[in-house]
């Protein structure tokens, strides 16, 4: 497996502009969970999915963050309208619920510039 | 409350020396503990997990941790440390208070290892 992908890597837009962050899961894995890091605030969960449900997107900023997952292998977080403070490094991790160790497998990350 | 404390924002070693990595943890049931490393540009990677059993848990890279209840700690430890140890490093516990499928993480503690 090649383990979590996330696109893109970077992404540089203006304030206003729609962003949209994607993730592929590690195969098998029932669980997926976006992160949000910055040096002010670390690693923050935005949301988490089990079987393509959200649970608790209690962590979700706004309501200009919004977050899908339409089926196992795909998930989207979509920001709109982007701000600067939004600039962070997003990551998509995803772990298999039936082990009990409740290991997670991170994704390399998008890096998003707000200008 | 689940939590987990990480009271160093930087440790300095010099390579060959032993590095511990400090962690203390607040869990309202049976703490399962983590550490994860993160190299520049990179997404976490796990290291190791305490969940049940002995007090010492060794993982990747040569890395190891002790659990020690009573002081409600979880270091990260090495005997002999090594330049490309260099990297940040996240303490985390899941949350039971949340049905136990969310892992909460320590502010990071980043490792700088001279040679």
């Known amino acids: 497996d090649a383990g979590v992908i996330q696109s893109p890597r970077h992404e540089v837009t203006e304030m206003g502009q729609e962003v949209t962050l994607r993730c592929k899961p590690i195969?098998?894995?029932?669980?997926l969970f976006w992160y949000r890091q910055t040096m002010m605030r670390g690693l923050e969960l935005l949301i988490y999915?089990?079987?393509?449900?959200?649970?608790?997107d209690s962590g979700m900023p706004e309501d200009r963050f919004s977050a899908k997952m339409p089926n196992a292998s795909f998930s989207t977080l979509k920001i709109q309208p982007s701000e600067p403070r939004d600039s962070a490094v997003y990551f998509c991790?995803?772990?298999?619920?039936?082990?009990?160790?409740?290991?997670?497998?991170f994704g390399a990350g998008s890096r998003l510039t707000v200008l | 409350a689940q939590s987990v404390a990480q009271p160093e924002d930087q440790v300095n070693v010099a390579e060959g020396n032993p590095l511990t990595v400090k962690c203390t943890y607040s869990?309202?049931?049976?703490?399962?503990l983590f550490w994860y490393v993160q190299y520049p540009n990179r997404g976490l990677q796990f290291l190791l997990k305490?969940?049940?059993?002995d007090n010492l848990v060794k993982g990747s890279y040569g890395f190891e941790a002790e659990f020690n209840k009573s002081q409600t700690s979880f270091h990260l430890k090495k005997p002999s440390a090594l330049v490309s140890d260099s990297a940040l490093y996240f303490c985390?516990?899941?949350?039971w208070g949340t049905g136990g499928f969310k892992t909460i993480f320590g502010a990071g503690t980043r490792l700088f290892v001279k040679a």
């Open positions: 985390a516990v899941r949350d």
């Open positions: 991790a995803s772990k298999d619920g039936d082990t009990g160790a409740n290991v997670l497998t």
């Open positions: 195969s098998g894995h029932d669980y």
């Open positions: 305490y969940i049940t059993g």
């Open positions: 869990v309202s049931g049976n703490p399962y």
């Open positions: 999915f089990n079987n393509n449900v959200p649970i608790d």
